[in-house]
Each structure stands twice: as C-alpha cells, then as structure tokens.
C-alpha cells in the first residue's frame, strides 16, 4: 500500500478523520476477467443469465454478457477499505446508479472523492464513480465512519 498523502499510516491503519480533507481522492483499475465474473456469480449466487449465460444474454438489450453491477460496487470498496479512507474505514451508506454496462474484458475504474467531512459523527461522504474509459458505468454518493486519533 502506498499514498503520497501525509497522514498515513500504512502498517495498520489507514487515514484517521483528523488527517482528511474535501478533495482527497484515490482509484482502483481492475480489468474483469471471465472468471471474475464466473467466481462473482458463484461467491454472491446471483447466477442470472444475463452475467452468465451468452446464449441468454444475446437475446437482450445488451447483446452479450454484462458484468454485474455489484461488481463495480465491490471496487469502489476496494478503494475505500484499502486506499482512502483505507483500513480501519466502516462502510455507512453507499447510492448508486448503473448508467452503462461493462463487460468482460473492460478495465473499470473506481474512483472516490471526498466531498464533505462531518467531524462530530466520525463520517465522510465520498463520490464515487467507476468508469470505462470515459464512459461512467457507475455513480454514486457513499458514507464512511473512520476514527479519530488517539488522544495522548
């Protein structure tokens, strides 16, 4: 793990409240593969044959397999529980709005940005989207609870 962000504490814990600002972002790439998609399905058991079945699949608006939505989703967690706010984060809230399909082959970007900061309730309200290019696949608004410091 590595961040250019002071503040960080990467051996155990990733950024405490203190440490944020509005602005803050940080990203993950991931290209999906299709056995991302075969080991979604059988993970989460949303076996639907649009994620599964090409032979299904063709016969929809999309013309070929998608991947699933909450795949994205599970980026945009990557990114909050690894990078910022980072380990030690709590997942609150999370809106989303699937705006594109992505399919196999794709390489989705999540990225998060922090949009406000509510220091007496310990949350911070991120941006989230994941794109495809410069296509957005998925929007959203997410809440994190992340700790404060230690008081010596």
């Given at each position: 793990m590595y961040s250019n962000?002071?503040?960080y504490n990467d051996s155990i814990h990733g950024y405490y409240l203190e440490d944020l600002k509005v602005g803050m972002s940080a990203s993950h790439a991931k290209?999906?593969?299709e056995t991302d998609v075969v080991m979604f399905a059988g993970l989460t058991g949303d076996n639907n044959p649009v994620h599964c079945n090409e032979v299904f699949a063709a016969q929809?608006?999309?013309k070929s397999r998608i991947v699933h939505g909450m795949f994205c989703a599970g980026l945009i967690s990557c990114v909050a529980g690894t990078r910022l706010p980072g380990p030690g984060c709590?997942?609150?809230d999370q809106?989303?709005?699937f705006k594109a399909p992505v399919r196999i082959g794709d390489t989705v970007t999540a990225l998060c940005t922090i949009q406000e900061?509510?220091?007496?309730?310990?949350?911070?309200?991120m941006n989230?989207?994941?794109?495809v290019g410069?296509?957005?696949v998925v929007e959203g608004t997410a809440i994190f609870m992340v700790s404060r410091r230690a008081k010596a």
């Open positions: 962000h002071e503040g290209t999906v593969t929809t608006q999309f709590v997942y609150v809106q989303l709005r900061i509510i220091p007496e309730r310990r949350r911070v309200i989230t989207i994941c794109t410069d296509k957005v």
